[in-house]
């Protein structure tokens, strides 16, 4: 039986600091997810109770989170080490997100809600919509980074 070297196994990127903050950032995006989901959820059971279709955008959004909750909770797995193309995927994420904020932006951002329950809490999910968008983007940055940097230092022949 042949056992694997330890010393022959990469360290995380970044070390114990950059461990915290990938997990931080993962965790961040499942409670934005969630509690967009949430919000997107309430409209979309309360259309489905007054037997009334779904709007493709309110689907449009619990696809956006569902595969974002997905994607968070799989990069959170210990057993995956590699981050060379989990920004690709991230980056794909933030431009549904970006659509997500743009299209209930432009629904509801200067509309005028007149204490109207439903319209006052999906103007809160379009803010919450943006901080989505925004965890998406630095995941996806951060990510491209470590691979630019991954893929650079071994074409140097540079230890990292």
Not at 52 to 63: D, I, T
Request: proline share 3%.
């Amino acid at each position: 039986m042949v056992k694997k070297c330890p010393d022959h196994r990469t360290a995380p990127p970044g070390g114990l600091m950059g461990f915290i903050l990938r997990t931080s950032l993962r965790v961040l995006q499942i409670i934005t997810a969630l509690i967009i989901a949430g919000m997107y959820g309430q409209d979309l059971n309360n259309d489905d109770k007054a037997g009334r279709k779904a709007g493709p955008a309110w689907v449009y959004a619990e696809v956006v989170v569902g595969l974002s909750v997905i994607t968070a909770v799989v990069y959170l797995l210990p057993i995956l080490r590699s981050f060379k193309f989990f920004f690709f995927w991230d980056a794909i994420l933030f431009i549904f997100w970006t659509a997500l904020f743009g299209t209930f932006g432009n629904l509801y951002i200067k509309r005028d809600c007149n204490n109207n329950g439903s319209c006052n809490r999906m103007k809160v999910a379009v803010w919450f919509d943006l901080v989505g968008m925004l965890l998406w983007f630095i995941s996806a940055v951060v990510g491209g980074c470590m691979f630019w940097k991954d893929r650079h230092s071994r074409s140097r022949g540079v230890i990292v």
